[in-house]
């Protein structure tokens, strides 16, 4: 396939808000694709060149690509900054520089700029921003004019077509049978590997049944599996039965992958037959930690990366836990506000000395080679105490990395007492996990449930909930450049997000100044597609779905300018459309904290609704 043709489908995309047709466009697409593309074409929708996970980014800002443009096509930096002012868009700059200059462009093949694309990412070192705009001002000269508006933008992270992971999924699914019918096996597959290249490769080239076949890999995250709440020991015996009781831990989780056969990392692209490998180091083991939501946070933590190198002694290993920073004096684990501070990109070294780290371990997800994904918890805990260096108890200050402790119990009172023993020790509360429980990849599932301390007497927990925008502030705040901002959580039927408050209060000057900073690098030029959000919540500026922070409330009620679980019908006298049911809004709304989340794993529609019924509703 051209890369024109493949800008004509961006451009279907981007012209249209309805999912269904957007998941038309895609199996068009893909149907159209062949093998040894398809997967390129999967990471240039999502405006990349390698998966989400994989830490690799364009690092180019408006300047780099107004240059360029000024290159490709003999304009100063002065001129195409003027047109750049007047439409705000370098994406429609070049398409209009490009047309003006006359001529049609080649038509080069997707694989090509694929390409291209890729070594602008992957250079890096001194002279390297001079070479990334050499070759995309070659770009901009080489390709037509639609093609160089999208040229433009994936650099720049501004592609924003709208559509999320679950729309692909579909339009794969679409593609084989014209129906959403092979979508959980898809999904299926893509919760083990959530590579969309791989995943529309495999489907390409060995069929749904190939798909199915797909394991573990060392390198790849497993989407996570999440808990159900319940909220005390009797509810828990009576939903699962005897089962293992650990503590929940409140720091965060990491996904731990491990491997002393590739010694590096392979080399993922191969660029006139010259490799540019990702993680080139010569460690003798291989170590990355993923975060919840499958970000690369390997470099943030180099005790745990030596923890698990002492530590494991499984050739391959992938497994999870919570890290959380401890009191080198007492032992003791020590509050989720001393343990965020290691989530830092600079002076890493420095805090992991004052903060040291510890990982308890609770999850073994595949072994040598076997995947434990099948497998019932008991077996798997079972092979996790089996991959540890000197497990026991011994000497446990200096270990990194330590075992979740675990309580076999079938009585609701011996929990209770667990959970209450876990509270005094100031951790968050218990987790229950079944015992015959399988791991659920990527789903919420009554395998593993939480019973955590109720932060007010009517809601039992807290809500994760996306920044959808902000109002310009007042007062105070008018400093921050952030008033009041909006809110919302996730419709999985729609793929959309839909508002629950408007916060205003509770933050403290340091969260307001990180809020604006998020907020700015994310802003969104006019309302986000996948928002649906009643005129009264209007805002000032709107941001892409990409924040999640954690919310504390009192109680969820009813209200109808929140879109969440509103439905909207003609009135009974006239033809306009009105609310017939109120949506769900969070009273007295409060931020906790910043989540590590991707914004389709905040609380969705459904959960809210049973929190909502749980009240007494
Ligand atoms: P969810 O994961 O349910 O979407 P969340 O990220 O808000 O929600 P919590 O409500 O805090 O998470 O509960 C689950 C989390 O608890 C896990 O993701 C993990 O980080 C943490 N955790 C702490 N201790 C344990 C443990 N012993 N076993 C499993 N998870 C634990």
Redesign the pocket.
């Known amino acids: 396939m051209n890369f024109v043709r493949l800008s004509q489908y961006f451009s279907e995309l981007e012209n249209t808000t309805s999912r269904n047709s957007m998941v038309g466009i895609l199996a068009k697409l893909f149907r159209e694709t062949s093998e040894g593309e398809v997967d390129k074409i999967c990471y240039l929708l999502q405006g990349r060149v390698l998966p989400l996970f994989e830490p690799i980014e364009f690092g180019l800002a408006d300047r780099m690509i107004i240059k360029a443009l000024g290159r490709a096509f003999n304009k100063t930096e002065d001129q195409v900054n003027k047109i750049f002012k007047a439409k705000g868009d370098l994406g429609i700059v070049a398409e209009q520089l490009r047309a003006e200059a006359g001529g049609k462009g080649d038509k080069l093949l997707v694989v090509k700029v694929y390409e291209k694309l890729s070594e602008v990412a992957f250079f890096s070192g001194p002279g390297s921003v001079e070479k990334k705009i050499t070759m995309l001002s070659e770009l901009f000269s080489n390709l037509d004019s639609l093609s160089c508006r999208y040229i433009a933008r994936i650099p720049l992270n501004k592609l924003r077509l709208g559509f999320s992971d679950m729309t692909i999924l579909d339009g794969l699914s679409w593609m084989l049978s014209g129906t959403k019918k092979d979508r959980p096996a898809i999904e299926a597959a893509y919760n083990v590997r959530p590579d969309l290249g791989f995943i529309a490769e495999t489907i390409k080239t060995k069929g749904l049944a190939g798909l199915k076949k797909t394991k573990p890999v060392v390198g790849t995250p497993i989407l996570?599996t999440?808990?159900e709440?319940l909220t005390g020991g009797e509810e828990i015996v009576k939903k699962i039965g005897r089962c293992a009781i650990?503590?929940?831990?409140?720091?965060?989780?990491l996904q731990v992958h491990f491997s002393k056969k590739v010694k590096s990392q392979k080399a993922k692209v191969k660029i006139d037959g010259q490799n540019l490998g990702l993680f080139e180091d010569d460690k003798k083991e291989f170590v990355r930690l993923f975060s919840?939501n499958l970000e690369d946070v390997t470099n943030m933590y180099p005790d745990v990366v030596q923890g698990v190198i002492d530590q494991i002694k499984a050739e391959e290993a992938i497994f999870e836990g919570?890290a959380i920073a401890f009191s080198t004096k007492t032992g003791e684990f020590l509050p989720f506000q001393e343990t965020v501070q290691r989530r830092r990109k600079y002076d890493i070294s420095q805090k992991a000395e004052e903060i040291p780290l510890r990982l308890?371990v609770?999850?073994l997800l595949y072994v040598n080679g076997e995947s434990l994904l099948e497998t019932a918890y008991q077996e798997r805990r079972k092979k996790l105490e089996s991959i540890f260096v000197n497990h026991d108890k011994t000497n446990l200050a200096k270990k990194t990395v330590v075992l979740?402790e675990i309580q076999i119990c079938d009585k609701a009172k011996k929990i209770d007492e667990i959970f209450s023993e876990a509270i005094r020790k100031g951790l968050?509360g218990i987790?229950a996990?079944k015992l015959q429980g399988v791991y659920q990849a990527g789903a919420?599932g009554w395998n593993?449930i939480?019973y955590?301390k109720s932060y007010s007497a009517k809601l039992e927990?807290?809500i994760?909930a996306v920044v959808m925008g902000y109002d310009f502030g007042q007062g105070k705040r008018q400093g921050f450049g952030i008033g009041d901002f909006l809110i919302g959580v996730y419709d999985s039927q729609t793929d959309k997000f839909l508002t629950v408050a408007k916060i205003g209060t509770g933050l403290t000057d340091e969260e307001w100044r990180t809020l604006k900073v998020s907020s700015s690098k994310y802003q969104a030029a006019s309302i986000p597609k996948r928002y649906v959000v009643d005129k009264a919540m209007k805002c000032d500026a709107w941001v892409e779905p990409k924040m999640v922070v954690?919310i504390n409330a009192d109680e969820i009620t009813r209200s109808p300018v929140h879109t969440a679980g509103r439905k909207m019908g003609k009135s009974k006298s006239g033809t306009a459309e009105t609310v017939i049911v109120p949506g769900f809004a969070l009273r007295f709304p409060r931020l906790k904290t910043f989540?590590e989340?991707q914004p389709e794993?905040a609380t969705t529609v459904e959960e809210i609704e049973k929190m909502y019924k749980r009240q007494g509703h």
């Open positions: 996570m999440r808990a709440r650990e503590y929940k831990y409140d720091g965060f989780r919840r919570e308890v609770f999850e979740s968050e987790m996990k919420r593993w939480k955590k927990d807290t994760d954690e989540r989340k794993d």
